[in-house]
């Protein structure tokens, strides 16, 4: 089983909202990301999780925050977003950050 | 620098056709290789990986890539692709020191013709 499960699926909020992206696995995966995508480009990382601690913060707003509660979930944190944040969030796992990735689905998030 | 090339942004081909996707990388240490599909409004699929041994390997939905590493490429192919197929193909790339980071290419889209 190689599934990382993403919600919600889409994801409509105000530039003043705050709201949160779930991820979760259960492969025993001791490695989490967050990467986010706009239309017709690749995946570009956002943060790494290794053993539950923050392990690379690819400079990324403060508007964005990660939280590891346990080895299977990894949230991220909306609040203040503008118009631009705008993209499909990806989460992944692997067994080790030198592993495979596997993806979740991923969230569609809009903000107005 | 490391980078991740994928010349084609676009890869028109009639189905049954065979079809090869192009991934060449610099880097100045050795690499872990992936494909990955993603299909339209979904996440990203790995197709397959190479990571030692075999310079050929074979992935899922009759995919398989070809290592060659004096060329720096990692090409994709299928020798008679489906309508089913089309899709967003990325090359990424893994490097073996610390910074451990899956570096991507820009993409092909495989778009396959009836």
């Known amino acids: 089983d190689t599934e990382v499960t993403q919600t919600p699926k889409h994801l409509v909020m105000g530039m003043t909202n705050k709201k949160s992206l779930k991820c979760e696995q259960h492969m025993g995966h001791r490695a989490m990301y967050w990467y986010k995508q706009k239309a017709k480009k690749p995946p570009e990382l956002m943060f790494v999780?290794?053993?539950?601690?923050?392990?690379i913060n690819e400079s990324v707003p403060s508007r964005f925050s990660p939280e590891c509660p346990n080895s299977s979930l990894l949230n991220l944190h909306l609040h203040a977003l503008q118009p631009e944040d705008s993209a499909l969030y990806l989460c992944a796992s692997s067994q080790s950050p030198v592993e495979t990735q596997y993806f979740g689905p991923g969230t569609r998030l809009l903000v107005l | 620098a490391q980078s991740v090339t994928q010349l084609d942004s676009q890869v028109p081909v009639f189905e049954e056709a065979p079809v090869e996707l192009r991934c060449n990388y610099s880097s100045s240490v050795s690499v872990y290789l992936f494909w990955y599909v993603q299909y339209p409004n979904q996440g990203l699929q790995l197709l397959l990986k190479?990571?030692?041994?075999?310079?050929l390997v074979k992935g899922i939905n009759g995919f398989e890539a070809e290592f060659n590493k004096s060329q720096t490429s990692f090409y994709l192919r299928k020798p008679s692709v489906h309508i089913s197929d089309t899709a967003e193909y990325f090359c990424a790339v893994i490097r073996m020191d610390s910074s451990y980071k899956l570096i991507f290419g820009s993409g092909t889209r495989l778009l396959v013709r009836p």
């Open positions: 190479y990571l030692s041994g075999s310079t």
């Open positions: 999780y290794s053993y539950e601690k923050l392990s």
